[in-house]
């Protein structure tokens, strides 16, 4: 018994003396140090460019990083410039083709130890074949475009893709310049103050494929937006008073320039009033800029509903080349217009009807495809009270653009 006991004791002695060694070849040239590992890894994506980034290590040792991908067949080497964890360090790796990517970093020290690999999979890098499949957001089919009296014109878009960051509209202002506005994801209408009509629009829209990503992509082209048309209102501000030598003169301070100063309602302030007269009798104005007339408004004095000198029979001549001494064969007919009464009923007597009619603004259309007038002038050929003098408060003239 006592023999087989020392043979044990003597065969774990030689067992453990010989393993106890066992580790020496994985020492062979020395003791292997792993420098320290970056945190945090993750992407941004681009245009054929991806952006990487990560917390550095805190390990002060560390030297520089390597990026590897494609298999280990390209790679890049960044120089460690902070070791505090709370940074970040950024790389953009340029001259990627389209394609999904794996991106492994080591970081290394200065003997050239290198340290466990951490890897960033599935980077999306986007290009060409991302772009063209983008679209222009859509407009607003139903309802593109609406003008305002004064004018100023707004495009309506639909609700864009959530990627959409914003939409160019490029368009001629009135100065014949070419400018660009932007609408945003959020915004469904942009309004542009100095479109200028009969001019072309088109627009392209901007997404980005990912949050944050670091570059923007276009659609491939740009798309047209419906073409413009507008009835708007003659700008007032060009009018001016004329006064050729067979028009009547105006009376009690009620001068002509009144009939474009905004003012509908006596309650506002005075209109036209016109010194007496044998009728016909006629007064003249320029609006500032030749213009093919659609229709216009006219705004009696309420003081004397469909009486006194309230115009019911007139005439409206339009020329481009008026004489100072008023002669007519300057002027071309536009339109002989009667004013309407709705209740038909007697001089000196309105209904409700009536006044509101008034009040609102008698709109009279002129002829289908006149030429464009610059100066106008209004021959009145019997007023509602059969007055030798007429009277008005405004006129509004509209065009289309």
């Given at each position: 018994?006592?023999?087989?006991?020392?043979?044990?004791?003597?065969?774990?002695?030689?067992?453990?003396?010989?393993?106890?060694?066992?580790?020496?070849?994985?020492?062979?040239?020395?003791?292997?140090?792993?420098?320290?590992?970056?945190?945090?890894?993750?992407?941004?994506?681009?245009?054929?460019?991806?952006?990487?980034?990560?917390?550095?290590?805190?390990?002060?040792?560390?030297?520089?990083?390597?990026?590897?991908?494609?298999?280990?067949?390209?790679?890049?080497?960044?120089p460690?410039?902070t070791?505090?964890?709370?940074?970040?360090?950024?790389?953009?790796?340029?001259?990627?083709?389209e394609?999904?990517?794996?991106?492994?970093?080591?970081?290394?020290?200065?003997?050239?130890?290198?340290?466990?690999?951490?890897?960033?999979?599935?980077?999306?890098?986007?290009?060409?074949?991302?772009?063209?499949?983008?679209?222009?957001?859509?407009?607003?089919?139903?309802?593109?475009?609406?003008?305002?009296?004064?004018?100023?014109?707004?495009?309506?878009?639909?609700?864009?893709?959530?990627?959409?960051?914003?939409?160019?509209?490029?368009?001629?202002?009135?100065?014949?310049?070419?400018?660009?506005?932007?609408?945003?994801?959020?915004?469904?209408?942009?309004t542009?103050?100095?479109?200028?009509?009969g001019?072309?629009?088109?627009?392209?829209?901007?997404?980005?494929?990912?949050?944050?990503?670091?570059?923007?992509?276009?659609?491939?082209?740009?798309?047209?937006?419906?073409?413009?048309?507008?009835?708007?209102m003659?700008?007032?501000?060009?009018?001016?008073?004329?006064?050729l030598?067979?028009?009547?003169?105006?009376?009690?301070?009620w001068?002509?320039?009144?009939?474009?100063?905004?003012?509908?309602?006596?309650s506002?302030?005075?209109?036209?009033?016109?010194?007496?007269?044998?009728?016909?009798?006629?007064?003249?104005?320029?609006?500032?800029?030749?213009?093919?007339?659609?229709y216009?408004?006219?705004?009696?004095?309420?003081?004397?509903?469909?009486?006194?000198?309230?115009?019911?029979?007139?005439?409206?001549?339009?020329?481009?080349?008026?004489?100072?001494?008023g002669?007519?064969?300057?002027?071309?007919?536009?339109?002989h217009?009667?004013?309407?009464?709705?209740?038909?009923?007697?001089?000196g007597?309105?209904?409700?009807?009536?006044?509101?009619?008034?009040?609102?603004g008698?709109?009279?259309d002129?002829?289908?495809?006149?030429?464009?007038?610059?100066y106008?002038?209004?021959?009145?050929?019997?007023?509602?009270?059969?007055?030798?003098?007429?009277h008005?408060?405004?006129?509004?003239?509209?065009?289309?653009?």
């Amino acid at each position: 018994m006592k023999l087989y006991i020392g043979l044990v004791c003597c065969c774990v002695l030689l067992a453990c003396s010989k393993k106890d060694k066992d580790y020496e070849h994985f020492l062979e040239g020395g003791e292997i140090v792993y420098p320290g590992v970056i945190a945090n890894t993750s992407y941004r994506a681009g245009d054929q460019r991806v952006q990487l980034y990560w917390n550095p290590s805190p390990d002060p040792n560390v030297k520089e990083y390597h990026i590897l991908w494609n298999n280990n067949q390209d790679s890049l080497v960044v120089p460690a410039a902070t070791f505090n964890p709370k940074d970040t360090v950024r790389v953009t790796i340029p001259g990627l083709a389209e394609y999904v990517y794996s991106f492994t970093v080591y970081s290394y020290d200065q003997n050239g130890n290198r340290s466990i690999p951490m890897t960033v999979n599935n980077v999306r890098v986007y290009g060409p074949v991302y772009t063209n499949g983008l679209l222009n957001r859509a407009y607003n089919a139903d309802n593109p475009y609406s003008v305002s009296v004064d004018g100023k014109l707004t495009l309506n878009f639909n609700q864009p893709d959530t990627i959409n960051i914003h939409t160019a509209i490029r368009y001629t202002n009135r100065q014949d310049q070419l400018a660009t506005v932007y609408i945003g994801p959020t915004d469904n209408s942009i309004t542009i103050d100095d479109y200028k009509f009969g001019t072309s629009l088109d627009y392209r829209s901007a997404y980005v494929p990912m949050v944050r990503a670091i570059d923007t992509f276009n659609a491939p082209a740009y798309s047209e937006f419906p073409t413009v048309t507008a009835i708007v209102m003659m700008d007032k501000s060009k009018f001016a008073a004329m006064k050729l030598d067979n028009d009547v003169s105006d009376a009690w301070g009620w001068v002509m320039s009144n009939l474009w100063n905004g003012y509908s309602n006596e309650s506002q302030g005075a209109g036209f009033h016109s010194a007496d007269y044998t009728a016909p009798a006629s007064f003249t104005f320029d609006m500032g800029q030749a213009a093919s007339l659609k229709y216009f408004r006219l705004w009696s004095r309420a003081s004397g509903y469909y009486n006194y000198g309230n115009l019911k029979t007139f005439e409206l001549y339009g020329s481009n080349a008026p004489v100072q001494n008023g002669d007519w064969s300057a002027w071309t007919l536009m339109g002989h217009f009667t004013s309407h009464k709705p209740s038909g009923t007697p001089v000196g007597t309105v209904t409700e009807e009536d006044k509101a009619f008034q009040d609102a603004g008698e709109s009279f259309d002129f002829p289908a495809g006149l030429p464009a007038y610059r100066y106008l002038r209004v021959k009145v050929i019997e007023t509602w009270g059969s007055t030798n003098y007429c009277h008005l408060m405004e006129l509004s003239f509209f065009t289309e653009l």
